[in-house]
């Protein structure tokens, strides 16, 4: 992934293609173009060696997706001066950093990187999943709030459903879910990667990764916070809206590679890695679903607005 994360992103796509062909006896003589494609992009990365600079970049590329959604809802709660939601955020985002590093400690003194990796598949999946679905939520609250009159009424209401202990608590569940389904292809990648430099160069490349991450984090928050309500809204909803359409490409993706789900090709479907976007209903259909919701979220949307302003002032 250090070294090329079209040929990373390829790869993964081309395993699940490969399995999905040789399951098939119609379709297995498609099966070797796949293999000679995995070899071709591979084989130049066989003898690859690393720098600190490479361990740094995993946590950047792998913690970004991570951080726009736990920066998404840090930004929420500070717009609706909530402490509580602030601390559920926080507590749910420390959880799942602790489970992946003691993931990461586990994987070194007890299991083999290979074992691990498959499991890391099955997590990878399912938090995928779960997270998409949950984030569909938020992305249709912050469309729904970027009227700033609406926000406002919500801010006057001291305890509103929206701020209430169950909601928080999702808080903490989606952060943990998200830092999860990232840490431990973190440690994945690390732990591959350890063999091949020294200590001091692997902890000075985790190190400068988690200090970009920490100082994009903060220049999320802040400029968030300066923001006008609508544009902020609707600007984290799409955000939003997008990650949830990438986390269930990628979860159910993950399922295929584990084997709970079968690797089915269909030749007719888009193929776009950097969207998530797979040739398998199993991954496609699901992401239409979702683009449908978000489309009829905003036509409504729009037709109330309109609705709204269609009424004559008493």
Same mark, same amino acid.
């Given at each position: ?105 586990? +994987? ?59 909601? #928080? ?87 295929? #590679? ?6 089915? +090709? ?31 979220? +905003? ?16």
């Amino acid at each position: 992934m250090s070294q090329s994360q079209r040929v990373y992103n390829d790869t993964e796509r081309d395993l699940v293609m490969l399995d999905g062909y040789l399951s098939n006896p119609d379709q297995r003589a498609l099966a070797a173009p796949v293999i000679d494609r995995l070899v071709e992009g591979l084989a130049p990365l066989a003898d690859a060696q690393y720098s600190w600079w490479d361990a740094a970049l995993i946590p950047i590329r792998e913690g970004l997706e991570a951080l726009l959604v736990v920066g998404a809802l840090l930004m929420y709660a500070k717009r609706a001066g909530s402490r509580k939601a602030k601390l559920w955020v926080a507590g749910g985002s420390a959880a799942g950093l602790l489970a992946s590093i003691g993931a990461g400690f586990a +994987v070194v003194l007890l299991l083999s990187s290979s074992a691990f990796g498959h499991n890391n598949l099955l997590i990878n999946g399912w938090t995928g999943v779960c997270a998409s679905v949950m984030l569909l939520y938020v992305s249709y609250w912050l469309h729904r709030h970027s009227d700033a009159k609406r926000f406002n009424r919500l801010l006057a209401e001291r305890s509103t459903r929206a701020l209430s202990g169950g909601h #928080m608590f999702t808080l903490a569940l989606l952060s943990f879910f998200a830092i999860v389904r990232e840490g431990l292809e973190t440690v994945i990648f690390l732990i591959g990667m350890a063999s091949k430099m020294s200590g001091a160069e692997l902890a000075a490349g985790i190190a400068t990764g988690f200090f970009v991450l920490a100082a994009a984090a903060l220049v999320i928050v802040k400029a968030g916070a300066k923001l006008p309500i609508r544009p902020f809204f609707l600007g984290s909803s799409l955000i939003v809206f997008y990650l949830c359409f990438k986390f269930m490409g990628s979860g159910i993706h993950s399922l295929q #590679m584990a084997g709970i789900l079968p690797s089915t +090709v269909n030749e007719a479907l888009p193929d776009l890695t950097t969207f998530s976007l797979y040739p398998s209903w199993y991954s496609t259909l699901p992401q239409l679903v979702f683009l449908a919701c978000g489309c009829i979220a +905003v036509v409504l949307s729009l037709w109330k607005g309109r609705r709204g302003r269609d009424v004559p002032v008493a």
